[in-house]
């Protein structure tokens, strides 16, 4: 039985930001348990995996796609998605997040589209070692460990390039169903109000829809309401501030994430993640020491 393993990296150079042409934030590697789901969620950063072992499910869009050993998967910001470890062969995956003004061009460039987001290759030790000599540059730290990182991401998108020039005849995706733009606008939504008080129904009126039948599309397609989606969808962006913004009070975050109420944030985040803010955030600092 493989043990469980987790370990991730941070780019240790504090610069522009989004204002980047290209900003490595942070790589990984883990071990995942049976079972073990992420999701459904967005991200507000693209969000790059690879299959070193195992077997899993990955959800986007509402397709299901079933991956192995030598699958990549692309994860663009502020998209829906899901994704979870095989039951008797669980997943062994390295990841890599990034942002910047050039970001989504160099991904086009590429090969990947909506349409195109999973990509297998047979031989996965180069694009493999990629993902790791990111995450070694970061542990390793440096003035130009940000440099360096997005050095080896352009060598990582370069691979994938080769791979998918092969597939560039393959068909784009046909106009999206009325459910399907309704759930991106949905997302799209929350994503962008989720600091602020969000009234669903306010919501569904913006869009046009009735509150009752665009809850229930909605839950439908991603298996929670949107009320849960909400909730989760802040307490990600607070877990990310309180690993990286020390500066900042609990209650602060809790209110940077549109939760008003203190307590209740808390009360939350120990529902979904078993440990109160202030202890995730201890847990994390540790693990950077």
Same mark, same amino acid.
């Given at each position: 039985?493989?043990?469980?393993m987790?370990t ?5 150079v504090?610069?522009?930001g989004?204002?980047a ?5 942070f ?7 049976p079972?073990?789901?992420?999701g459904?969620k ?7 995996h690879i299959?070193?072992?195992g077997k ?6 509402g397709?299901?796609h079933e991956?192995r050993?030598g ?8 998209q ?9 062969e ?14 989504a061009?160099l ?6 589209t ?5 990509v ?16 070694? /540059?970061f =542990?390793?730290?440096? %003035?130009?460990? @940000? ?5 080896y991401? &352009?060598? $990582?998108?370069?691979e !994938?390039?080769?791979v998918l020039?092969a597939?560039s005849?393959? /068909?784009l =995706?046909?106009?999206? %169903?009325?459910? @399907?733009?309704?759930l991106?606008?949905?997302? &799209?939504? $929350?994503s962008?109000? !989720?600091?602020h008080?969000?009234s ?6 913006s869009?046009?829809y ?6 229930r599309l ?10 849960t989606f ?9 877990r990310?501030?309180?690993?990286e913004r020390?500066?900042?009070t ?5 209110a940077?994430v ?13 529902r979904?993640?078993?440990q109160?803010?202030?202890?995730y955030r ?7 020491e």
């Open positions: 039985m493989r043990q469980d987790y991730v990296a941070s780019n240790p504090i610069g522009s989004e204002n042409s290209l900003n490595v934030l790589a990984g590697e883990s071990q995942t348990k079972l073990h789901r992420l459904p967005v991200y507000d950063f693209y969000l790059m299959v070193l072992e899993g499910l990955f959800i986007c869009d397709a299901r991956l050993a699958h990549t998967f692309l994860i663009e910001p502020e829906l998605i899901s994704y979870e470890s095989d039951n008797d669980p997943w062994r995956y390295r990841w890599v997040a990034f942002n910047g003004t050039q970001a061009e991904v086009t460039s590429a090969g990947f909506t349409a195109q987001q999973v297998f290759t047979e031989d996965k030790r180069r694009a493999g070692a990629l993902f790791r000599q990111i995450h070694e /540059t =542990r390793n730290g440096g %003035a130009a460990a @940000d440099i360096k990182a997005a050095g991401l &352009h060598l $990582l998108l370069a !994938y390039k080769s020039h597939l005849g393959s /068909t =995706r046909t106009a999206q %169903a009325e459910g @399907d733009r309704l991106q606008q949905v997302v &799209h939504y $929350l962008t109000q !989720y600091a008080p969000v669903i129904e306010q919501m569904a009126e869009l046009g009735n509150r009752a039948y665009l809850s909605f839950k439908q397609r991603t298996g929670v309401s949107p009320v909400l909730l989760k969808l802040r307490i990600d962006k607070a990310r501030m309180l690993r020390p500066e900042l609990v209650e602060q975050i809790a940077s549109g939760l008003q109420d203190a307590l209740y944030f808390s009360k939350q985040f120990r979904l993640h078993g109160s803010p202030t202890a201890d847990a994390m600092r540790s693990l950077g």
